[in-house]
């Protein structure tokens, strides 16, 4: 036994490892209640705000109008989230917080069951707990589940799905297969088809690497399990399709599934080596750990082949031979995707956190010094996130949104009246406008481009006054109309907000 290893089983060592998983917590929960930023938060809070106060679980809408682009479970925790907390940032992002977590409980699962092997010695009391504390400290997984986005919902099932299919092939026992399916099934509730792409191609590249045919067992299990998980996705998209039948085909699968796949429809083009950038920086400040990671996994592999493809590596080579074909899937299938945003990648992370902690383990173990110098990183990391989210993120976030412009109008009593927009559209507006925004036809936001529309949007509402969002670079262009008479009642960087009536 090394010394690192008898420190880490010392009661003052549980004391330490206690803490971490508390200081964890904390960051994860921190910052939940600043302003939404983004295009997407905003959205995505409104929709669950709007099913919430319909008391309706299926259908998701924005401003009214059916709004399709994703499945229910997000709407769902955020709803559950407002019937507790009430309607708040805080409750749009509790879900995500909590999925995040769960994120990092999964992996300390995964590393609960990896087992003692003499030429490795590793302890089973140790390495979950150095896993946890990398995922935990893993600035990609602390941002996302941060957000009030669907894709850290997606991260956590995907992640469960893993880690249950792994030790089944460690355990044997159904149970684990159980798990993998009905988590297959909420990550199809989570994100739509990739919850059950992703699993099944991820086992089947790993018994590709692995040159070994799945057990008869797994087979037969594809059977019942993907009625399983059908039956878990078929809480939401069979009343769904039994509402609004090809209605939602079309705007779900086909034009948010395929179309967003096969070309750029949605305006967010990248090259296509974007992930192989972005996924890396989501590691910090474990990059070079990854990096080494991989490099390692690659020489292993290779020695593996050139020796004897047939021999058992190992529970930790097969682990990290896991994760590589983990981490491969999501990489390769959205690098070939005409839409790119960063965080499609996430549910990769855990699997680049995986190769990073077997390089740390390795390392930590060695001396105390060099645990401690990891345990340190991982310290310096949470504190400097903790005040990031506490000190700059709330000014930021302020700067960001409309929030305060609105504020002034509900102070005002100016609750209520439409919210016409000139020039550009604000999607910040969407959950704080203090009453209808404008929209065309297919319900999307709506521009207005001088006074005059205003005027004539106001009659055409019935309405002799209105509030207008506008850049505040164009701001004159209201106050020095003949038509209308404006008050700017707040503005910032972005928007200014002005109360208008007819003249």
């Given amino acids: 036994m090394t010394k690192g290893e008898s420190a880490i089983r010392n009661p003052r060592s549980a004391i330490i490892w206690l803490l971490f998983g508390a200081a964890i917590v904390v960051v994860f929960f921190a910052g939940l209640t600043i302003p939404l930023v983004g295009p997407d938060e905003p ?254 996994f690659g020489k292993r592999f290779v020695q593996r082949i050139a020796a004897d493809a047939n021999e058992d590596p190992g529970q930790l080579q097969n682990l990290s031979l896991f994760a590589f074909a983990w981490l491969a899937v999501p990489v390769v299938f959205f690098s070939f995707s005409g839409s790119k945003l960063p965080g499609y990648i996430l549910p990769a992370l855990p699997a680049a956190i995986i190769l990073a902690a077997d390089v740390i383990y390795d390392f930590a173990r060695k001396s105390g010094a060099k645990a401690m110098l990891v345990r340190a990183i991982a310290a310096a990391t949470l504190a400097l996130v903790l005040v990031s989210i506490i000190v700059f993120a709330p000014g930021f976030a302020e700067a960001d949104s409309v929030k305060p412009l609105f504020a002034v109008a509900r102070a005002r009593g100016l609750e209520g009246l439409p919210v016409l927009t000139m020039h550009r559209v604000s999607h910040n507006a969407e959950f704080y406008a203090t009453g209808p925004l404008l929209r065309d036809a297919e319900g999307k936001q709506d521009r207005l481009t001088g006074p005059k529309e205003v005027l004539a949007e106001m009659r055409k509402l019935g309405t002799n006054r209105a509030l207008v969002m506008i850049p505040p670079e164009y701001k004159h262009h209201l106050t020095q109309s003949d038509l209308v008479q404006t008050e700017i009642l707040q503005s910032n960087e972005d928007w200014a907000l002005a109360l208008v009536s007819e003249k």
């Fill in 43 to 296: 959205r995505y809070a409104q929709v669950a705000r709007e099913m919430f106060e319909r008391g309706d679980w299926i259908t998701p809408t924005l401003g009214g109008f059916n709004w399709f682009e994703k499945p229910a479970l997000l709407y769902w925790l955020e709803i559950v989230s407002y019937n507790i907390f009430g309607v708040s940032e805080f409750a749009a992002r509790f879900g995500s917080a909590l999925f995040g977590l769960g994120t990092v409980a999964a992996l300390w699962i995964l590393g609960r069951n990896i087992e003692t092997t003499n030429d490795e010695q590793r302890t089973t009391n140790e390495y979950p707990n150095w896993l946890a504390l990398i995922a935990g400290s893993t600035i990609g997984l602390i941002a996302f589940a941060h957000g009030a986005s669907f894709d850290i919902i997606l991260t956590f099932p995907i992640t469960a799905a893993m880690v249950s299919y792994f030790v089944y092939e460690l355990r044997g026992r159904i149970g684990w297969l159980v798990s993998f399916y009905f988590f297959i099934g909420v990550a199809l509730l989570a994100k739509g088809l990739v919850g059950i792409v992703f699993p099944f191609a991820i086992v089947a590249f790993f018994h590709l690497l692995r040159w070994k045919m799945p057990s008869r067992t797994l087979v037969l299990s594809g059977v019942w399990g993907t009625v399983l998980a059908c039956l878990v996705a078929a809480t939401w998209y069979l009343p769904m399709y039994m509402l609004h039948g090809y209605e939602f085909v079309d705007q779900f699968l086909i034009q948010h599934h395929f179309q967003r796949f096969t070309s750029n429809k949605y305006l967010h083009p990248q090259p296509f080596y974007f992930f192989f950038w972005v996924l890396p920086l989501m590691t910090i400040p474990w990059l070079p750990f990854f990096v080494i990671g991989l490099w390692r």
